[in-house]
T-cell receptor, first 115, second 115 residues
Framework: EDKVVQSPLSLVVHEGDTVTLNCSYE??????LLWYKQEKKAPTFLFML????IEKKSGRLSSILDKKELFSILNITATQTGDSAIYLC???????????????FGQGTILTVHP | DTGVSQDPRHKITKRGQNVTFRCDPI?????LYWYRQTLGQGPEFLTY????????KSRLLSDRFSAERPKGSFSTLEIQRTEQGDSAMYLC?????????????FGSGTRLTVV
């Protein structure tokens, strides 16, 4: 059965700190790993990682995938209170051709940033 | 409207009643997914459609759950004879089958409370 495990499950930091969130996966016929930020409602897309070793960056957030070791990390530098949220990672599989399959989510990391 | 819409946003029902939720995906997306999320957990896959065909259904989904996508556009998820354990956020997502750098788009969810 496909499995995605995130660590830590929760993290409390102060504004300005740098955090690293971890995600390991076991997904049959793996295609991509995705990171989402979830506040009170729908998960919002952060990154999709398909190739190993290529860092994706968006502002203070960055992420990288290691397909050999089956894990990914999400880094947030200079954290702000607005970064407080649940961060979800999910693996998706090949579903034929260029098609993506369902997402298998980890349990999430709850990040709390204090002023 | 460029997002995924779900209706209703909240539903409170008595145990034993039937409930139905609706999801309107992004119009050009041909895949539609249903997930369930309980407090402190990541979203759990329930089922997904490509156009009107239901391609996969989770083994965790009991016979009380049924989903349809009759014309390949909107979808409904029905839960019959609700139980307190059905209380959760029900999320809908849509995607292309082809390559997409943004992956999946989620709706804001329907929060079900069974009393």
């Amino acid at each position: 059965e496909d499995k995605v495990v995130q660590s830590p499950l929760s993290l409390v930091v102060h504004e300005g700190d740098t955090v690293t969130l971890n995600c390991s996966y076991e997904v049959t016929n793996f295609r991509s790993l995705l990171w989402y930020k979830q506040e009170k409602k729908a998960p919002t897309f952060l990154f999709m990682l398909t190739s190993s070793g290529i860092e994706k960056k968006s502002g203070r957030l960055s992420s990288i995938l290691d397909k050999k070791e089956l894990f990914s990390i999400l880094n947030i530098t200079a954290t702000q209170t607005g970064d407080s949220a649940i961060y979800l990672c999910a693996g998706t599989l090949n579903a034929g051709g260029t098609s993506y399959g369902k997402l298998t989510f980890g349990q999430g990391t709850i990040l709390t940033v204090h002023p | 409207d460029t997002g995924v819409s779900q209706d209703p946003r909240h539903k409170i029902t008595k145990r034993g009643q039937n409930v139905t939720f609706r999801c309107d995906p992004i119009s050009e997306h041909n895949r539609l997914y249903w997930y369930r999320q309980t407090l402190g957990q990541g979203p759990e896959f329930l089922t997904y459609f490509q156009n009107e065909a239901q391609l996969e259904k989770s083994r965790l989904l009991s016979d009380r759950f049924s989903a349809e996508r009759p014309k390949g556009s909107f979808s409904t998820l029905e839960i019959q004879r609700t139980e307190q354990g059905d209380s959760a956020m029900y999320l809908c997502a849509s995607s292309f089958t082809g390559t997409s750098s943004r992956g999946y788009t989620f709706g804001s969810g329907t929060r079900l409370t069974v009393v």
